[in-house]
């Protein structure tokens, strides 16, 4: 046990491991060790210091299980590596146990040079920052991490005022890595266990290399993690964070993850991401990046302000309404919730599925870009298309099912592959394509029990009717702008036709004798064309 004011660990010197017993013994004196005596121990070792401890020589311990602690006032510099043969390695900076008088003031830090490293064999390794004078940024200073291997021991690290920096690579085998500090700059972080890192304050945690763990775990709801730049294959990812950009190319598991900033939570990857636990991002936006990912993010736990990003596939829920602030997949996306559910920006998809009981009003984008849509929800469905529309099967969905629809195209056909049926009062369904409608679904096409039905298409020649009969008089000349839903003043089913009917008469030949009455026989001299209901 070394207690005096400095020690260095050098090639040579004349300290031996008894010299001192305590920080109050020789409290004022620098010590200079051989690493050789350190090596050679045969007994744990504790390194205790009232201001610095410096390595300027390699420390590798030549017996198997001893441990290395090292106790500094203020600050342990690694200028040399420390290796143990299965012991664990302890460092503490700041540490409270140091005499007040004999520690020389500044911050303290824990610095390895670039280069070093601390290899264990098996031993945990615990570096951590005391409580000296209270802590704070008036004692504490940052950490300069660089390599740190195990083969199975836990690494912990702890600055609970300053940061890591360095970009450190850690490699554990299994043993669980835990980083906490105020910022973090990271290199590779490898186990089989996992990665656990808190942030302290409203700092940022940066991945400069990947993370390679079964687990994930993140702490710090004012805490940025900038983990987007770099590959990241682990099994699963959860915790409490103030905003996530989160890269892992090969799919993971959310486990539950809450983002309290106005950052929100980006997931990118090109693998199957799943949930085991809710999300909540409600300060900004849920993005998912992949455009070979299939996300399937269905935990009715899920609360979200806005839902973005592209993907393959997606299949998402979230409670309490949200808003789709520009959303494509290159496959099919369902939507599911309760609540209302808008729109921000344009919608992309080869099928769009809607499900649950929300109102969805996907109708104020004009770029929304669908081939098929289907729709199983107890709510409403408004649904605007950019260009043709296709009512058909979707994710084993076939056609809407609803409270109430209303489907349009603003360029192009609507085509009724499948039904809509809506069980609401008033105009409770309302198709309306630019162009054509095109029922090949047949005389059913449309239902609703307890309202009726409006069909706006261009005319008559290009219409596919498809036995769909409204039973009432069509309305001519009209079309969804000049005359929508709410000012259709005739009730029942109707198909308005943006047409004009033109009646021709035509009178018949016809003669009669001088004095005798003609009348009766010309009230039906006459034909009419071009009258259609």
Not at 169 to 190: K, P, V, Y
Not at 228 to 254: K, R
Not at 292 to 303: H, Q
């Amino acid at each position: 046990l070394l207690d005096p004011r400095n020690i260095t660990v050098s090639f040579a010197g004349t300290a031996g491991l008894d010299d001192v017993a305590a920080f109050a013994t020789s409290p004022s004196t620098d010590r200079t060790i051989a690493a050789s005596t350190i090596n050679a121990a045969t007994s744990n070792i504790t390194l205790q210091a009232n201001t610095d401890i410096t390595v300027n020589a390699p420390i590798s311990l030549s017996n198997a299980g001893i441990g290395l602690t090292m106790n500094a006032g203020r600050s342990i510099v690694l200028n040399q590596n420390v290796t143990t043969n299965g012991g664990g390695f302890t460092a503490t900076i700041n540490d409270a146990g140091a005499s007040a008088a004999d520690r020389i003031a500044g911050q303290a830090a824990f610095t390895m040079q670039a280069g070093r490293s601390i290899a264990t064999g098996g031993g945990a390794v615990q570096i951590s920052s005391g409580s000296f004078g209270g802590g704070g940024v008036t004692y504490v200073g940052d950490m300069t991490i660089r390599n740190v291997s195990t083969s199975g021991g836990a690494v912990t690290i702890s600055n609970q005022v300053g940061d890591i920096r360095g970009n450190p690579d850690i490699a554990t085998g299994g043993g669980a890595i835990s980083l906490t500090s105020f910022n973090q700059q990271l290199g590779d972080l490898t186990t089989t266990g996992t990665v656990s890192l808190t942030g302290t304050g409203a700092g940022t945690v940066t991945g400069n290399g990947a993370i390679t763990a079964n687990a994930l775990s993140l702490a710090g709801a004012a805490t940025g993690f900038d983990l987007g730049s770099e590959d990241n294959p682990v099994q699963s990812v959860t915790g409490t964070v103030g905003d996530i950009d989160f890269l892992d190319f090969s799919g993971f598991d959310i486990a539950g993850l809450t983002a309290t900033g106005a950052g929100g939570a980006t997931f990118t990857s090109d693998g199957t991401v799943t949930q085991s636990g809710p999300i909540s991002v409600m300060a900004d936006t849920l993005t998912l990046n992949g455009g070979a990912a299939a996300f399937l993010l269905t935990d009715t736990g899920n609360r979200v302000l806005r839902l973005a990003g592209t993907a393959g596939t997606a299949s998402f829920y979230g409670g309490g309404g949200y808003d789709v602030a520009g959303l494509t997949t290159f496959g099919d996306l369902t939507l599911s919730g309760d609540g209302n559910i808008t729109q921000s920006g344009a919608i992309a998809a080869q099928g769009l599925l809607l499900r649950g009981s929300a109102a969805y009003d996907f109708s104020t984008d004009i770029n929304n870009s669908v081939t098929t849509i289907a729709a199983d929800t107890s709510g409403s469905v408004t649904f605007t298309n950019a260009g043709a529309l296709q009512v058909g099967m979707v994710g084993g969905v076939a056609g809407i099912a609803t409270g109430s629809a209303e489907i349009r195209t603003l360029a192009d056909e609507l085509v009724l592959a499948r039904g809509i049926s809506a069980s609401g009062g008033g105009t409770a369904i309302v198709v309306a394509p630019a162009t054509d409608l095109v029922n090949t679904f047949g005389a059913t096409a449309l239902s609703a029990p307890g309202g009726r039905w409006l069909v706006y298409t261009r005319n008559r020649a290009g219409a596919t009717f498809g036995g769909l009969d409204s039973g009432n008089t069509a309305v001519w000349a009209a079309t969804y702008a000049t005359l929508p839903p709410a000012g259709v003043a005739a009730g029942g089913n109707r198909y308005l036709f943006n047409e004009t009917q033109t009646l021709s008469f035509a009178a018949a030949d016809a003669s009669k004798v001088y004095g005798s009455d003609g009348s009766a026989a010309l009230q039906s001299a006459y034909t009419v064309s071009g009258l259609a209901t």
